[in-house]
């Protein structure tokens, strides 16, 4: 999630759900009958209350919880306008640089510089 500010591209981080003060990329999960795309947008709505279109696949990371492996699929997407928000989560935009300082999983840092190359 990335909007220009300034001539700058700034990225959406939200505080974790589990570890208050930890700073993610927005994600969740995906509905019956839902794309992937689809998810994004929704998620990205519910978790900062920001409205989004997917510009492109940014990346995908993988993690195991309880024993089952998860897999994620991130998209980069341009801010649109604010929405309701229906989380109670921090949220805060940055820059490339600070937003990769701020993210303490190295996949997702990767997954953030992916984004960053991409045409926007």
Do not use: N
Not at 36 to 49: I, L, Q, T
Not at 51 to 61: D, K, M, N
Not at 71 to 96: H, N
């Amino acid at each position: 999630m990335a909007r220009i500010i300034g001539g700058e591209r700034e990225y959406l981080l939200v505080e974790a759900r589990s570890r208050r003060a930890e700073w993610v990329l927005p994600k969740g999960h995906i509905e019956p009958g839902e794309t992937p795309e689809a998810a994004a947008v929704r998620e990205v709505e519910e978790e900062a209350g920001v409205c989004a279109e997917v510009v492109a696949q940014a990346g995908e990371s993988e993690y195991v919880v309880g024993g089952q492996t998860v897999r994620v699929i991130f998209f980069l997407m341009r801010y649109r306008g604010e929405a309701v928000r229906r989380e109670d989560r921090a949220r805060m935009w940055r820059r490339s640089e600070d937003a990769l300082r701020l993210l303490r999983f190295g996949d997702t840092r990767r997954v953030l510089m992916q984004a960053h190359a991409l045409d926007f």
